[in-house]
């Protein structure tokens, strides 16, 4: 199992619209994206935290570089972002 965490900086006023583009690529996600487990939103008064699980490292660093992620969900993120986001890949042992 594998994780990736993407930390999003979203102003308060524009978390509601965040939330939207999570839930509208979320079943996308889980239904396309080869070796996608779970997504869950995470939000804290600091950041907005989005962990997805995947069957291992490899699909998650594909994931990265799918369409899925890079036009829909970026597109639809990049206008509500107060900074770029942060990365994480983390593999379970």
Known sequence: MAYLEIILKVAE??????AGVYQKYK???LDTVPG???KEL???????Q???????VGEARAYLDSTL???DVV?????????????RIYDTV
Do not use: C, Y
């Open 13 to 18: 006023e524009n978390r509601v619209a965040a």
């Open 27 to 29: 079943q996308p996600f």
């Open 36 to 38: 996608a487990e779970s």
């Open 42 to 48: 995470l939000v804290r008064d600091e950041d907005v």
């Open 50 to 56: 989005v962990l997805h699980g995947f069957t291992g």
């Open 69 to 71: 992620f890079k036009q």
């Open 75 to 87: 597109g639809g993120l990049a206008p509500l972002l107060a900074a770029d986001p942060e990365v």
